[in-house]
Nanobody, 120 residues
Framework: QVQLVESGGGLVQPGGSLRLSCAAS????????MGWYRQAPGKQRELVAR???????NYADSVKGRFTISRDNAKNTVYLQIPSLKPEDTAVYYC??????????????WGQGTQVTVSS
């Protein structure tokens, strides 16, 4: 089992900042990819930013240059820094991680989500 716990969401005004955190725990052998997705009302879940299996990063065009993904491997934690939020960023943000369990099986886990609301 691999558990993901997100935190850091909240209600902010346009131009406000947030830093989302996601901590992974469980009996995993390795995490190959880890990142953030979001889902706005009436829309499908979409990629925001992630670390690839090769250690690089991918960003959605809508957040490129605005959001920054980072990680602390020692803590099995990934972060999403959002310096200046827009109303269009309002969504539930979900953490995702995929990799291998100790027994060699593949896992693909999702957190419960953290709400980000940008409103004046």
């Amino acid at each position: 089992q691999v558990q993901l716990v997100e935190s850091g969401g909240g209600l902010v005004q346009p131009g406000g900042s947030l830093r989302l955190s996601c901590a992974a725990s469980g009996s995993f052998f390795s995490i190959n990819t880890m990142g953030w997705y979001r889902q706005a009302p009436g829309k499908q879940r979409e990629l925001v930013a992630r670390f690839t299996s090769g250690g690089s990063t991918n960003y959605a065009d809508s957040v490129k240059g605005r959001f920054t993904i980072s990680r602390d491997n020692a803590k099995n934690t990934v972060y999403l820094q959002i310096p200046s939020l827009k109303p269009e960023d309002t969504a539930v943000y979900y953490c995702n991680a995929a990799g291998l369990l100790r027994g060699g099986r593949f896992f693909d886990s999702w957190g419960q989500g953290t709400q980000v609301t940008v409103s004046s």
